[in-house]
């Protein structure tokens, strides 16, 4: 999914330093950002934010639906660029046709990964088909490390099965969690899986304690470590916890997307679809996507214009130091 906002905000990378003891759950709460035209699908946006822009090397998180298509209009997200980052698509309902300048032209799924490595650069577009009636589900970004942000393009599809932990039902799309590990390889230590909570239940799931993790709820209201969690918020947990428990107090299912890697701890630029490690980066970047040049080659099968980038900001796009990990306290 593209970042189509028609000023998007340049973001320096990393919180300040915290000196002061902190909570053990965070809560954020998320914005909500049009993708775009008249009728535009709205999503809401939890990472990257003031409070906090990077968990592990996850550095966008948008959430979007139950929508109805019909009133929507659904997804319709022209050919636009990546560089420096990998996008992780995972819905919960409806169907969106995948197209990208290496060729590939896959569906996505509800219970399906699909994972695009922009490396030095790709381009993709992202349409609901004529058989999404409802759209529902969230598209992640994460930030290469310095040694491979400029690595081949590459698309990856998996389909994870079901694994039982206690009053849970999870699906680890990337990572390991609950003895079962995904087979698709990751750049940095990362986790990323899909969490059904069974009615007044309460699950414990060990973790790594090297991983800080993030906790978005779907639907339900969900207690992260004691923590309540409403949907759409996104509970963050900081690194030094060898298990997380998560209890669902309600009648009915509550359904999560639990996301953790190491802290990521080099300094990065994110501007429009872009990560850079600095304002040269992103300079080039644009300037290679407004003139068609062959770093992020062509999508074929789009009806319709690519999207053209936005004006860069009239200042230096500097990063901010990457905050000094902060340890979960009681």
Not at 119 to 127: L, N
Not at 193 to 208: C, F, G, I, Q, Y
Request: proline share 8%; aromatic share 6%.
């Amino acid at each position: 999914m593209s970042n189509v906002e028609v000023d998007p905000a340049a973001l320096r990378c990393g919180a300040a330093d915290h000196g002061e003891a902190v909570p053990r759950v965070e809560v954020l709460t998320a914005r909500d950002v049009p993708l775009g035209g008249p009728r535009a699908m709205t999503v809401r946006r939890t990472l990257p934010q003031r409070a906090r822009t990077l968990i592990g090397a996850w550095c966008f998180i948008d959430h979007y639906g139950p929508d109805d298509v019909a009133d929507t209009g659904g997804m319709d997200v022209a050919p636009h660029p990546h560089t420096g980052l990998q996008t992780v698509s995972w819905l919960f309902g409806g169907e969106i046709e995948h197209r990208d300048s290496m060729g590939s032209h896959a569906l996505v799924r509800p219970g399906e990964l699909n994972l695009m490595t922009g490396g030095y650069g790709i381009s993709h577009s992202e349409v609901s088909t004529p058989r999404a009636a409802v759209l529902h589900g969230v598209q992640l970004w994460v930030a290469l490390p310095g040694e491979h942000r400029h690595t081949a393009r590459d698309f990856r599809h998996q389909v994870p099965g079901p694994v039982r932990l206690g009053g849970a039902e999870i699906r680890v799309f990337l990572g390991s969690l609950a003895g079962d590990t995904s087979p698709v390889p990751t750049f940095t230590p990362l986790l990323g899986a899909e969490l059904v909570l069974d009615p007044r239940s309460t699950t414990t799931v060990p973790v790594d304690p090297a991983f800080e993790h993030g906790l978005l709820v779907d639907h339900g209201d969900v207690h992260m470590a004691g923590t309540l969690l409403r949907p759409a918020e996104l509970g963050y947990l900081a690194r030094g916890s060898d298990t997380l428990t998560l209890a669902n107090d309600t009648y009915t299912p509550a359904r999560a997307v639990l996301l953790g890697g190491t802290p990521f701890e080099e300094e990065i630029v994110m501007w429009w679809n872009f990560i850079g490690r600095d304002h040269q980066d992103i300079v080039e970047a644009r300037e290679a996507w407004e003139n068609a040049s062959d770093r992020f080659g062509s999508v074929s099968g789009y009806d319709g214009d690519r999207l053209p980038a936005p004006a860069l900001p009239n200042a230096t796009i500097t990063p901010r130091k990457n905050p000094t990990p902060l340890e979960g306290t009681r």
